[in-house]
Nanobody, 129 residues
Framework: QVNLVESGGGSVRPGGSLTLSCAVS?????????MTWFRQAPGKEREGIAA???????TYHDSVKGRFTVDQGNAENTLTLQMHSLKPEDTATYYC??????????????????????WGQGTQVSVSS
């Protein structure tokens, strides 16, 4: 059973920065873990915002391109999201999600929530002046 715990959320002013982390435990290292960052603002659907494929190539939602940077690293036990130039519209609960492949296969950078089996509890990010 994969367990995901997000941290690093908080309240910042517009233009500020935060770094979110997602700690992974309970993962079977014989299976590759694919991970993605999602967020959900009040009254809106959950949206995928950042992911990397197994070659480390990142894919971003258009709304965060150029401002956010995702990194999974080689150990697959931490997923980070560096967020810069934050805007009020970035206010949301941020979640990391994971899916364990059946083997050490290839992870594509997917932003579709339906692909993922495991979810963290989320960390709140608030951006306001």
């Amino acid at each position: 059973q994969v367990n995901l715990v997000e941290s690093g959320g908080g309240s910042v002013r517009p233009g500020g920065s935060l770094t979110l982390s997602c700690a992974v435990s309970g993962h079977d290292n014989s299976r590759r873990l694919c991970m993605t960052w999602f967020r959900q603002a009040p009254g809106k659907e959950r949206e995928g915002i950042a992911a990397t494929d197994s070659n480390g190539i990142a894919t971003y939602h258009d709304s965060v391109k150029g401002r956010f940077t995702v990194d999974q690293g080689n150990a697959e036990n931490t997923l980070t999201l560096q967020m810069h130039s934050l805007k009020p519209e970035d206010t949301a609960t941020y979640y990391c999600a994971a899916r364990a492949l059946m083997s050490r296969g290839y992870c594509y950078a997917l932003l579709d929530a339906g692909f993922f089996d495991y979810w963290g509890q989320g960390t709140q990010v608030s951006v306001s002046s």
